[in-house]
């Protein structure tokens, strides 16, 4: 009998799965349940990208890309940038990947050695730290509060950096927490990180899902980060495209050179067919993104205002599509709040743990689901609550 824990790797070993797929497939399992865990746009594909998709198979275009990607794509990826971020990129400073998730990975291996330190603001997205650990990275959560609309202070981050800082991640706008960071906050960030040679991983997938009038700002277009930040974007959330798998990096050619590096013996090349239809996503379907932003706006305000009515103190998301309110009342951990929601009101939501410590004490609502949808785990939330009141007064904690 082969003892494969001693075969298997330390690193993957000391890895917990995913909290996120945890509850989702529990959810799965038992059937019947309002799901509100995974952050998915529940729109369609618009239709002309769809139809790009077809027409490309059609036509026979099922070969290998580039490494890098289709010439088409990097040069549209980088007309879209400047149209929509102010920001001015070359072919040779980007590259196409298999969704974001894989150009935070190429990322972090590119430029990560054993013992060097990865700052990265908590709660926040939960691939970054299981990927910079397998780099053999010491990783160093800086915490991001409420009362500071979850955004990174100057302070918080000059007091995490040591002479063995190498990699800052900058999640906004932010999953969990639906907090973005505006031009005097990137401005604040900059000052700090001007004179040391700590590079920024820029994760800006939800960029065009800012709400309230305010616009997305990149770190990128600060003097002085250009040259130290890799901006890392996709198409799964802009654009409904999910299952689609496509996402891209930009940034100094050096450091891009040696991702397509990595990315080549590992991957090789995006989907062709992908490829393809993001070219037609980048010419003609800004409309589509405002018409999902309204949607999701609306969606917010309302999840907000009914979750603070019924007692779960909730901060307004501001990007992305997610609320992150607070569960600290109940005296439960995130988690068994979680667990015990899933199994008394079929209603699943994802513990704040699963975004770091600092999450802890919240848990995660997306809202890209129909407001029907969300009206209805609204009444089983306020339910549960409601029991869990009784349950204090029934054992004298009320």
């Not at 298999?98 to 990865?118: H, K, L, N, Q, T």
């Not at 800012?210 to 616009?215: D, V």
């Not at 999910?242 to 996402?247: F, I, K, P, Q, V």
Request: proline share 5%.
């Amino acid at each position: 009998m082969i003892d494969y824990s001693s075969l298997l790797s330390e690193k993957v070993q000391e890895i917990k799965p995913s909290g996120i797929r945890k509850f989702s497939e529990l959810a799965a399992e038992m059937g019947n349940v309002i799901s509100l865990g995974v952050g998915e746009p529940d729109f369609q594909t618009p239709w002309a990208i769809r139809q790009a998709g077809i027409e490309s198979l059609e036509r026979g275009r099922t070969h290998y890309s580039p490494n890098a990607g289709f010439r088409e794509l990097k040069q549209e990826i980088d007309r879209y940038l400047e149209r929509r971020m102010g920001l001015s990129y070359s072919e040779e400073e980007t590259m196409v990947t298999i969704g974001g998730s894989e150009a935070i990975d190429m990322m972090i291996r590119a430029v990560i050695d054993p013992g060097d330190e990865v700052l990265i603001p908590e709660p926040c997205y939960v691939s970054y730290d299981p990927i910079a650990r397998l780099t053999g990275a010491k990783v160093v959560s800086i915490p991001t509060r409420f009362e500071d609309d979850f955004r990174l202070t100057a302070e918080a981050l000059k007091a995490a950096i040591t002479p063995k800082s190498k990699l800052l991640i900058f999640p906004y706008p932010n999953n969990p927490t639906g907090g973005i960071m505006e031009r005097e906050d990137l401005e604040a960030i900059a000052e700090v990180l001007r004179d040391t040679n700590i590079l920024v991983l820029s994760d800006e997938i939800y960029a065009e899902l800012t709400y309230g009038g305010k616009k997305h700002v990149s770190i990128a277009s600060i003097d002085g980060m250009r040259e130290r930040t890799i901006v890392v974007n996709g198409f799964s959330k802009t654009y409904a495209m999910t299952g689609w798998r496509l996402g891209y990096a930009v940034g100094p050619a050096p450091l891009i050179r040696e991702m397509i590096k990595i990315h080549q013996f590992a991957i090789m090349c995006a989907p062709t067919t992908s490829q393809l239809a993001a070219v037609e996503a980048l010419r003609s379907c800004d409309e589509e993104i405002e018409a999902m932003r309204d949607e999701y706006d609306m969606r917010g305000k309302y999840l907000v205002g009914e979750l603070n009515r019924i007692g779960l103190e909730c901060f307004q998301p501001q990007g992305a599509f997610y609320v992150f309110p607070s569960i600290r009342r109940t005296g439960l951990s995130s988690e068994e709040f979680c667990e015990r929601l899933l199994r008394e009101e079929r209603v699943a939501v994802i513990p704040g743990s699963a975004f770091g410590g600092w999450g802890e004490g919240h848990i995660r609502i997306s809202y890209c689901y129909s407001l029907q949808h969300l009206k209805i785990a609204v009444r089983k939330i306020e339910k549960f609550l409601k029991k869990l009141e009784r349950e204090k007064h029934e054992n004298g904690q009320g």
